[in-house]
């Protein structure tokens, strides 16, 4: 609920910085980041020449258009470590992307880069209201996805505690909550609304009456201001959108205020951009576009004008809650036609690659994604191989084991649970041209 827990700035030193400032801390930032990675990494020092500038080229904030772009496929192409600037023997923790084929993306952290995570995220809890003496249940994914560990960093620099519950085992969850006291929820939006209709359908518990919860860091995954309505009347508390990437740090990069009308960017820490995703040319302030973000203070896997995919728009308009950061708009979509399903990313082409590694199917299928209630569902409608189809004379049911094993590979390559139903042999459209295999429903559904 808007305005019911009490919102307040952690640095704000930093954060409430007058616009010429930080425009001058920004440019700082950028020469030497624009210089260490030149110096430090092969492939950027090709970027620089390819595009026939040198670091001394980057002098201002209108410099920034001159430099490339680096999209995901270079950091895959660099994997395991061919995008690293610091020594790996400064480099306190890895991460890696997650859900695709071939490579994933590697994300470091050294000694330093753990520290600004800690501060962003201290940034983002207080900005949810969050003090000493509260009690996080951080039910994000712990491991190579960034949720976790980011907001355990944060909880411990605010000085909370943190309860590491990590995602899944819903009847826990509650009854931990509730035994518990913990006052913040920190999860993806979907998870939240899962968590309350779970306590109230089957454990008899009224979420909003019964447990602590003032306010929920929600974020990983678009969701809409439906959804935010739905999950603070189920929870009783008051809702932020979190956004982040793992490219860039992972979650930290920005967060609402109290207004809850936009996302305040750590604009001293990741220098945003909106382009037109067709021409790669930069957008009029406050027009929707494709965010594209620079690392301004990361040391082990920095990125330069990083192409996030996420398509938003940014206005660096006063706001009441006294910041001086720009704000991003939600995040509806992406520019791309990378999928994120329950948390995991991927592209439809990982999903494709997974169920061809398995005997007797086709290449004719269609995935496809609802959000009924508040999880992700991904069904997969597939023809079998024509042999096979015609081997069971059309009685598909003989085929339990060949949906079994889809799904199997499925989970294991992809990295998320599909529903396979199989269809007869001819029942699924065919193209002439780009194929349209995928129907993503959850744009057009309520919440
Ligand atoms: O999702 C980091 C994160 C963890 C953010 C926890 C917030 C909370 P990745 O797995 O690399 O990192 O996925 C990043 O997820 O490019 C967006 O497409 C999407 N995304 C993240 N936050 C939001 C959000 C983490 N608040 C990708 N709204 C991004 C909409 C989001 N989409």
Redesign the pocket.
């Known amino acids: 609920m808007k305005g019911s827990v009490k919102s307040w700035i952690f640095q704000p030193e930093f954060e409430k910085m007058p616009r010429n400032k930080l425009v001058k801390l920004q440019e700082e930032c950028l020469r030497k980041i624009a210089k260490y990675c030149y110096e430090k990494v092969p492939a950027y020092r090709k970027k620089f020449k390819d595009a026939g500038i040198t670091p001394d080229d980057i002098k201002t904030l209108d410099d920034l258009e001159k430099m490339p772009f680096t999209e995901k496929e270079d950091l895959r192409k660099a994997y395991p470590y061919g995008m690293l600037a610091a020594d790996l023997s400064n480099v306190l923790e890895l991460h890696a992307?997650?859900g695709t084929t071939g490579h994933p993306t590697t994300?470091a952290y050294t000694k330093r880069d753990l520290e600004v995570w800690s501060k962003v995220m201290a940034r983002i809890y207080a900005s949810a209201g969050t003090k000493k003496g509260d009690i996080v249940q951080n039910a994000?994914g712990y491991g190579l996805?960034?949720?976790g560990l980011?907001?355990h960093y944060g909880a411990l620099e605010i000085g909370a505690t943190v309860l590491p519950i990590a995602s899944g085992e819903t009847e826990r969850q509650i009854s931990l909550a509730k035994e518990y006291g913990t006052t913040i929820l920190?999860c993806?939006?979907t998870y939240a609304a899962h968590m309350g209709r779970y306590a109230k359908e089957k454990m008899g518990i009224d979420p909003a009456k019964e447990l602590k919860w003032k306010s929920g860091?929600?974020?990983?995954?678009?969701?809409s201001e439906q959804l935010r309505e739905r999950i603070e009347e189920l929870l009783g508390l008051e809702a932020f959108?979190?956004?982040?990437?793992?490219?860039v740090i992972?979650?930290?990069?920005?967060v609402e205020c109290s207004e809850h009308n936009g996302?305040h960017i750590q604009e001293d820490h990741f220098l945003p951009e909106i382009i037109d995703p067709i021409t790669g040319e930069k957008v009029e302030e406050g027009k929707t576009g494709e965010l594209v973000l620079t690392t301004l203070t990361r040391e082990s896997t920095p990125v330069l004008r990083f192409r996030?995919?996420?398509t938003t728009f940014f206005k660096t308009d006063e706001c009441s809650c006294g910041r001086t950061f720009g704000k991003m708009g939600?995040?509806?979509g992406?520019a791309d036609d990378?999928l994120?399903v329950r948390?995991?990313?991927f592209w439809p082409k990982t999903v494709e690659h997974a169920l061809l590694h398995v005997n007797g199917t086709s290449e004719n299928y269609e995935i496809i994604i609802e959000r009924p209630e508040e999880l992700d569902i991904m069904t997969l409608r597939l023809e079998p191989s024509r042999e096979l189809f015609e081997s069971t004379s059309g009685d598909l049911s003989k085929l339990q084991a060949l949906a079994k094993e889809i799904e199997e590979q499925v989970k294991s390559i992809v990295g998320v649970k599909a529903n396979v139903e199989l269809v007869p042999c001819g029942a699924l459209p065919r193209f002439m041209g780009k194929a349209k295999r995928v129907k993503d429903l959850r744009k057009t559904s309520k919440i």
């Open positions: 992307s997650s994300c994000y996805f960034t949720g980011g907001f920190a993806t939006p860091l929600f974020g990983a995954e678009a969701w959108d979190i956004y982040g990437l793992s490219e992972g979650p930290g990069v920005s996302l996030t995919g996420d939600r995040v509806f992406r990378m994120k948390g995991v990313k």
